[in-house]
C-alpha cells in the first residue's frame, strides 16, 4: 500500500513541477475542471450550498483522496503482478488526458503535466519495486530471509552467508527500500514545492506587482462626502479591494501575464481585431462607481461589493470591431475557458460598461480577473463581469449559449432591487431605548429612490439615504427607533427610481436573483 501511495505521491508532484514549468495547469486541477464542468447542474448547485465558497477547496480535496485510494489499490497490485501496476498508471493518464481534452483542448502544457506526472509515478514504481524485491517480506522467521538480500549486499557483501541475518525491520533489504521510499517520498515533495512556487517565481514583467496603471483621462471627481454614514457594522461604501467578495468557478486562480495578455474582438462584427496591454492602458480611460452583485445571493447575503473602476468604454471597443445587425449577445471567455453571455444593447445603451484593469486605484487583484475583466453596471456577475477576459465574441443567444445559461441560469439578468439590514446584526443583542438600525440598499442603474423599515411588523417609515454618486451604486441607509427590552424584528424593504417597490415573495436565485425582504431579529436588554 505504501507503494502505491509514494507512486501517487511521485505523479502528482512531478505533474505539479512539469504545470508550474509550463505554466500550464495542474493535473488535479484539469480533473477537478473536468468533473466541475460536466457534473449535474442540482450537484454543482447543491456543493456550492453546503460548500459555500470552500466548494473548490473540497473538491481538489476530493480528487486527491479518491487518487490517494486508487495508488493503494495499485500499490498492493503491483506488488503481486508489476504489470497490472503499470496498467494502472496508463489508466490514470488516459483519465489526465480525457479531462485535459474536455477542458482545456488548448493547454498543451497540462497535458504535458499529465503525462510527465505519469512517468514521474513509473519510474517511482520501477525503483519501489526493485527495492522491495529484494526486502524480506515481514513477519517470517529470522534468517529466511538470507537469499533475498544477495543483490542488495552484494556490492558490499561478498556473499548473503556474510550477511547477519536481517530481521523484519532490519538489514540492507528493508533498508534499500526504506531508502528508496524517502529519496521518491523527497524527490515527489520538493517537485511538488518547486512547482508551486514557480509561477511567482517566473512572475516578473508582466506580473500584477509590475503593471502601472495610467491615470484616466477622463478622472471622476471625488467621491461625494457622505457616501459613508459612519455607522459602525454598515458596509462601507467603497469595499476595500482585499474584502471584495469573490464567485467564480476557477480552482486555482488564473495568474496571467499583461505582456502576453491579448484580447480577440471578433465574431459578427465587421472589423475583428486583438488588443494587447499596451495598447489598450494607451488609451483614454475612464472610472465608474459600480457595485458588482453575484446572482447567488441570497436574501440579506453578502455576495455584493462596490468599488470604483477604471478602464476603457466596452462601447467603444465594439464599435471600433463594428457591430453587425443581430448579434445580440457580447460572448466572452475567459483564459481559463469559463464563458458569459452578455445584452449587446445593454452595453450599447450608453451606461459606464468597462473592460476594466484597475479597481481601488491599483490593477485588478489577481482573483478579481487580472489583468482586464468586464464590468456592466446594473447587470448581475454571470452574465456580464468576466474576468480573465481574452475572447469577446459577437453572436445571438439563439446560436450559443454561454457556462450558466447552459446550467439552467437566465441570459438577462438585471440585477434586482434590494436591502439589507447590517445594524443590528442578525440576532445581535443592543441596549434596549434608542437604538440605530442601518444597512444598504441598491438597484444598479435605476437608483434607490427610497428605503423603508419597520420595526416588529408595525407601520413602514421611511429611512435616511447617504450620498451616492451616481446610479449604478449601492447607497446606505439609517433611522433610529425606540425599543423595550426583549426580542424583535426589523424588516426593510427598497423602492428604486422607476417606483418599483421590493415585494415580499421568496424567490430563489436561481435562475435570475432572489427577490424578498431582509428580515433580522435581535435582542434588546
Ligand atoms: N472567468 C470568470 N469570470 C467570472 C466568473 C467566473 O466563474 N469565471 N464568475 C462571474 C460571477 S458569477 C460573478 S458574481 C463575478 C464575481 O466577480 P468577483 O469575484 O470579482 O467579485 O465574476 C463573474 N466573472
Ligand atoms: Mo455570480
Redesign the pocket.
Known sequence: MGVGLLVVGAALGFGELAAGLFRATSPVVTVGDALVDNSPPFLMELAISIFGTADKAVLITGVVIVLVLAGAVLGVVALRRPLLGYAGLVLFTAAGLAAVALRRADDLGAAAAVVVGAAAGAVALALLLRSVRHTPEPGRGEGAEASADTETGASTQDSAAAVPAPGPDRGPGRRGFMFTAAGVLAASGSAGALGRWLPSLLGGAGSRAELALPAPAVPLPALPSGVDLGVPGVASFTTPSAD???????LTIPRLDSTQWKLRVHGLVDRPFEIDMDELLSRELVEADIT?A??SNQVGGD?I?NTRWLGFPLADLLNEAGVRSGADQILST?S?G?T?GTPTEVVMDGRDALLAVGMGGEPLPY???YPARMVVPGL???VS????VTDIKLTRFADEQAYWAQRGWGVRAPIKTMSRVDVPAPLGRVGSGEVVLAGIAWAQHRGIDAVEVRVDDGDWWEAELAAVPGIDTWVQWVTETTVDPGNHSVEVRATDSTGFTQPSERVDPIPDGATGRHRIRFTAT
Do not use: E, M
Open positions: 471584495f467578495y469573490r464567485i467564480d468557478t476557477a458588482l453575484c446572482v455576495l461589493s475567459s481559463d469559463w458569459c482573483v478579481n480577473g448581475y456577475g454571470f463581469a468576466t474576468k480573465w
